[in-house]
């Protein structure tokens, strides 16, 4: 089993920053792509930006605002998140794709969010 923990969300001004955490636990042998994905009030969730075999792709709403990064010893992702507007208000979930062994396969797993908002 594994959990996926957020953390670093909270209420912050047009132009400010924050930095989300996301940790994984439990039985890990690798922890693959890591994602983070986000939704809006009455929206549909929406992809932000992945970490990947040493590689990063962003939405293109966030491209140059946000930075996705990892330290793969504490299997924990994390979103710096600047520039920040009031259209980036949302829940942010993490997802990330874990295997158990070597030759398992990956699956994928989600935190529960945390909420970010920012006031104007």
């Known amino acids: 089993q594994v959990q996926l923990v957020e953390s670093g969300g909270g209420l912050v001004q047009d132009g400010g920053s924050l930095r989300l955490s996301c940790a994984a636990s439990g039985s890990i042998f690798r922890v693959n792509a890591m994602t983070w994905y986000r939704q809006a009030p009455g929206k549909e969730r929406e992809y932000v930006a992945t970490t990947s075999g040493g590689s990063t792709t962003y939405a293109d709403s966030v491209k140059g605002r946000f930075t996705i990064s990892r330290d793969d010893a504490k299997n924990t992702v994390y979103l710096q998140m600047n520039s920040l507007k009031p259209e980036d208000t949302a829940v942010y979930y993490c997802?990330?794709?874990?295997?158990?062994?070597?030759?398992?396969?990956?699956?994928?797993?989600w935190g529960q969010g945390t909420q970010v908002t920012v006031s104007s």
């Open positions: 997802n990330a794709v874990v295997q158990y062994s070597l030759y398992g396969v990956g699956r994928n797993y």
